[in-house]
């Protein structure tokens, strides 16, 4: 199982942008696809944006897409999400997820698809 840590995230005012990082223990990471989710208070955890072990194949939410990306560097066991033209509804505590190595190169937006996840960070924008 792999181990995840979030690091990232802050305060900011509407439309400026953070760099969220997940770093990753253990010696399934390449082998994993990741994804970031979210979860605003009083609100279901949602997801945000995933990658392919490979990197080759990416998704995002439809509330996301064309302001964050997702990228990956299994070299150094770790990846981001950059974060631009924040919304205040992006307001959450955002969660690194880790899919199982046996789902090969599958990817998926739905949370139980993950298995290991991190602690969270907070990222609160300001209107």
């Known amino acids: 199982q792999v181990q995840l840590v979030e690091s990232g995230g802050g305060l900011v ?3 400026g942008s953070l760099r969220l990082s997940c ?6 990471f390449s082998n994993s696809a990741m994804g970031w989710f ?3 208070p009083g609100k279901e955890r949602e997801f945000v944006a995933a990658v ?3 990197g080759g194949n ?3 939410a439809d509330s996301v897409k064309g302001r964050f990306t997702i990228s990956r560097d299994n070299a150094n066991n770790t990846v981001n999400l ?3 033209t924040l919304k205040p509804e992006d307001t959450a505590v955002y969660y690194c997820a880790a899919g199982s190595p046996r789902s090969g190169s599958a990817i998926n937006t739905g949370a139980t698809f993950y298995g290991s996840w991190g602690q969270g960070t907070q990222v609160t924008v300001s209107s």
């Open 38 to 40: 979210r979860q605003a």
């Open 58 to 60: 990416i998704l995002y």
């Open 82 to 84: 950059q974060m631009n």
């Open 52 to 54: 392919t072990k490979s």
């Open 23 to 28: 770093a990753a223990s253990g010696r399934t």
């Open 13 to 15: 005012q509407a439309g």
